[in-house]
Nanobody
């Protein structure tokens, strides 16, 4: 398992931007795929974005396409989610996750989960 620590959440107005970060101290970070999920109040957790171990390929939920960008810096054992043009419906707790299989991350079944960071978008 990979221990993950998410940060960067906060309160932002609609149309604004936030950058989430997820870091680990594990040197094996570069060998795992990572992703972001979110859970809004009263809703199930949903996939947002994932990126392969090398950073060469990324996948996005339809709700994130064109507005969110996932990236990673393996030298810093960190990954990021740049969120632009935020909408009130983006309000949720955002979780980072990791697994050796990007398919398992996309499917919502990764081995490791980080703690959540709250994102609140006001209208």
């Amino acid at each position: 398992q990979v221990q993950l620590v998410a940060s960067g959440g906060g309160l932002v107005q609609a149309g604004g931007s936030l950058r989430l970060a997820c870091a680990t101290s594990r040197r094996t970070f570069s060998s795992v795929a990572v992703g972001w999920f979110r859970q809004a109040p009263g809703k199930e957790r949903e996939f947002v974005a994932a990126i392969s171990s090398s950073g060469g390929s990324a996948s996005y939920a339809d709700s994130a396409k064109g507005r969110f960008t996932i990236s990673r810096d393996n030298a810093k054992n960190a990954m990021y989610l740049q969120m632009n043009s935020l909408k009130p419906e983006d309000t949720a707790v955002y979780y980072c996750a990791a697994d050796q299989s990007v398919e398992r991350v996309v499917a919502g079944d990764p081995l490791s989960w980080g703690q959540g960071t709250q994102v609140t978008v006001s209208s």
